[in-house]
């Protein structure tokens, strides 16, 4: 088990009232070879938070995004999170029935979106699908308008650790996305893994590459706050552009999902492929046959973890185990791996996760049941199980077991992931396109 410290009750927001007057010259955004201090983002975030409850808006309403890498992008996420605005992020890829299912299922209050989707947005929603309308560039700049707002102080309302600030889709391996509502507990726990997972220290640079729709690049974002760090923002990710990228951002972390580094290698090789300030690349879905030959090629150490989007970003890490491992539980949870039939799995079986089980205390960070819709009601522990004997839904998550200390519990054991499976039983219009299978290596 990977040992952490409670996820307090100091909020997002508070935490980013006490950075903008402790140190409002830290840069936390680079973008475009220009430097956002945290003061100013901050000045920014508060404007905007102050302009949407000018409008009518109150804490608890959903106010949806569908913008692209932009600071303003990171602004509004963070002026949202300010005043307990529930946050509904859009992917701006989406168009026809793909777009129009988070509005029709989550029923934002709001939207604030790029002028650049107008047209994509008429085709997908009905005439007033949203009460509020913010356009961002375009002949009617609402977004402009926020952001010249004449109060920057801080806003007057605030929300709660446990309150609900952000609503984000599962990822719809099972039917159309689901709901997961994020407290503002939650939305720190899983950037609290990614610090461990890293050993990021203030100072360091991060490159920003991700989409700001995805989760994984507002725990990005959110990391950046709590440990003072540095963003290096880039508007799209470019494997041809990436390394130059991180030597002009003088980035020392780079964060990689699924395809990302096979895409890297794919690069033709260079006198200069470790002419860098990258130490650590880390994240989620390393192959095992591309660690060593990234590592070795570019000079960076490797890291995983491994997360679910109904959880938090990061449920295990591995911060200096086995090579491949996603390594080990935090001590936020208790994870039991099993087979079928609800047996813990042995050395070199695959097996899944039967239990996740938040544990209890003020360590712990808070996920709702869905029910419905939630308004700031306090979070608690969520318990992703399948029982046993049930059939299994085709696609289903598979984890190895441990990859030594064989018959310790779970929690002490150092985890793998890896390969695909599917449940020949289940309908297939019903399956995943492939859930995760692992094997324990015995290691």
């Known amino acids: 088990m990977i040992e952490m410290p409670p996820v307090g009750d100091e909020t997002l927001r508070r935490i980013m009232d006490r950075r903008a007057k402790e140190d409002p010259g830290h840069v936390l955004l680079k973008f475009q070879d220009r430097d956002h201090t945290f003061g100013a983002i901050d000045a920014q975030v508060n404007r905007v938070a102050n302009a949407l409850l000018a409008r009518g808006l109150q804490p608890g309403d959903r106010v949806a995004?569908?913008?692209?890498?932009?600071?303003?992008?990171?602004?509004?996420?963070?002026?949202?999170?300010?005043?307990?605005?529930?946050?509904v992020p859009i992917n701006t890829s989406f168009k026809g029935a793909s777009l129009a299912h988070p509005f029709e299922a989550f029923a934002p209050r709001a939207l604030i979106a790029d002028a650049a989707h107008a047209e994509v947005l008429a085709e997908a929603l009905p005439a007033g699908a949203v009460e509020m309308l913010f356009w961002r560039g375009g002949a009617q700049d609402g977004f402009a308008a926020l952001l010249a707002h004449a109060?920057?102080?801080?806003?007057?309302?605030?929300?709660?650790?446990?309150?609900?600030?952000?609503?984000?889709?599962?990822?719809?391996?099972?039917?159309?996305?689901?709901?997961?509502?994020?407290?503002?507990?939650?939305?720190?726990?899983?950037?609290?893994?990614?610090?461990?997972?890293?050993?990021?220290?203030?100072?360091?640079?991060?490159?920003?590459?991700?989409?700001?729709?995805?989760?994984?690049?507002?725990?990005?974002?959110?990391?950046?706050?709590?440990?003072?760090?540095?963003?290096?923002?880039?508007?799209?990710?470019?494997?041809?552009?990436?390394?130059?990228?991180c030597r002009r951002n003088g980035v020392t972390h780079i964060h990689y999902l699924g395809g990302v580094l096979p895409m890297l290698l794919k690069q033709p090789p260079k006198d200069n492929d470790r002419d860098h300030t990258v130490r650590i690349a880390w994240g989620g879905g390393c192959p095992p046959e591309v660690w060593d030959v990234f590592s070795e090629r570019f000079g960076v150490e490797m890291r995983e973890g491994y997360g679910l989007s109904e959880m938090i970003t990061f449920v295990t890490v591995n911060p200096q185990g086995p090579k491949f491992s996603i390594g080990q539980p935090l001590s936020?949870?208790?994870?039991?791996?099993?087979?079928?039939?609800?047996?813990?799995?042995?050395?070199?079986?695959?097996?899944?996760?039967?239990?996740?089980?938040?544990?209890?205390?003020?360590?712990?960070?808070?996920?709702?049941?869905?029910?419905?819709?939630?308004?700031?009601?306090?979070?608690?522990?969520?318990?992703?199980?399948?029982?046993?004997?049930a059939a299994r839904r085709g696609g289903v998550l598979l984890l190895c077991g441990p990859q030594e200390g064989h018959g310790a519990p779970a929690r002490h054991q150092h985890l793998g992931l890896g390969g695909r499976a599917r449940d020949r039983r289940a309908p297939r219009r019903r399956r995943m396109r492939g859930g995760r299978r692992a094997q324990r290596t015995g290691r």
């Not at 690049?217 to 540095?230: E, H, P, Y």
């Not at 079928?340 to 712990?364: S, T």
């Open 65 to 87: 995004l569908m913008l692209p890498s932009h600071p303003d992008h990171l602004v509004a996420i963070l002026a949202l999170a300010k005043v307990g605005l529930v946050r």
């Open 151 to 245: 109060d920057s102080a801080p806003p007057a309302v605030e929300p709660g650790p446990d309150d609900i600030i952000a609503l984000t889709p599962s990822s719809g391996t099972t039917g159309a996305p689901k709901g997961v509502n994020k407290s503002d507990r939650t939305l720190r726990a899983g950037p609290m893994g990614t610090l461990r997972l890293t050993g990021a220290q203030p100072g360091d640079v991060f490159l920003l590459w991700e989409s700001l729709h995805h989760g994984a690049g507002v725990a990005v974002c959110i990391a950046a706050i709590l440990q003072k760090l540095t963003l290096a923002m880039v508007e799209k990710f470019s494997a041809s552009q990436f390394w130059e990228q």
């Open 332 to 389: 936020y949870f208790d994870l039991q791996l099993t087979d079928d039939e609800g047996n813990e799995v042995p050395v070199g079986q695959p097996g899944e996760i039967l239990r996740a089980l938040a544990r209890a205390g003020p360590a712990v960070p808070g996920l709702l049941p869905q029910r419905g819709r939630h308004r700031g009601r306090a979070a608690r522990r969520v318990v992703l199980q399948r029982r046993p004997g």
